[in-house]
């Protein structure tokens, strides 16, 4: 409203009568509110921007609607990436896992094998020390058994002193004039009878009560070890002894020496025709 005509209605309100001065005032109330209301309107579009500013705004907002796009197919590419990565990684720990739990089985069954190796070596060294302390416990009243047997045996007082025996190998030295040896410097003969004096020997030391089968009793003995095992071996060998002689080897004087201790003979006679043995009762014929 101008400045004049707001003037004029501020000095006319004393004029005229009530009703116009009534009009008059309301009227120049509505003028101050539509002033009012101008004027917010006014400052409402000071605050609208420019032509100008309004295009800068649009470039503005449509440059970064071209940012958001891109910053959001960046975000979808590296959600895609980071999905493969996980899977990825996911196939790798699966295979580790499977890797791992083969070699810890592994180590494991390794384990356990040379765990039983050890305890087996642990069980074998434990028997051997066991052997040991068993022949050991025993191998005195051996060594004096065979000693004695072997003395008996042999027509030569002086020939064996004494013998050792190796607890663990059970290897056989003779002892004679302080000198140890071994089986292989007797004579085929000696060597026979010292077998026989081992079997005698371990069997006395036993104790128990088994019968003594000797076959071809005589074979390279000179006379006078003949003489010592039908005399001295023979009849002492076992509650019961079988002997298996050819016709060269327990006849004459030797049967003599040795019938007194004989409970029964019998002769095999082998038939070359029909190749079968007939056991006949008897000696030789």
Known sequence: VPVETYRLAVDLRGEGGDLARLQLRETLNEIQSLDREAES?????????????????????????????????????????????????????????????????????????????????????????????????????????????LKTLYHKDSLIEDIHIDPETLRIELVQGGNSFGPARLSEGERQLLATALLWGLSQTTGQRLPTIVDTPMARLDSTHRTHLVERYFPRASHQVVLLSTDEEIIGDYYTKLESAIGQTYFLDYDNVSHWTQINPGYFP
């Open 41 to 149: 309107y006014r400052r409402s579009l000071d605050k609208v921007p420019s032509g100008a500013e309004i295009k800068r705004l649009h470039q503005t907002l449509a440059a970064a609607e071209i940012q958001d796009q891109i910053a959001k197919k960046a975000v979808d590419d590296a959600n895609k990436k980071l999905h493969d990565a996980t899977h990825q990684l996911e196939s790798a720990q699966r295979a580790f896992e499977r890797a791992a739990t083969s070699v810890l089985e592994s180590g494991a069954a390794d384990g356990r094998v040379a765990r039983i190796n050890r305890e087996v070596q642990k069980a074998n060294e434990a028997l051997r020390r066991f052997q040991v302390r068993v022949v050991e416990k025993n191998l005195q009243e051996i060594r004096s058994n065979v000693l004695q047997s």
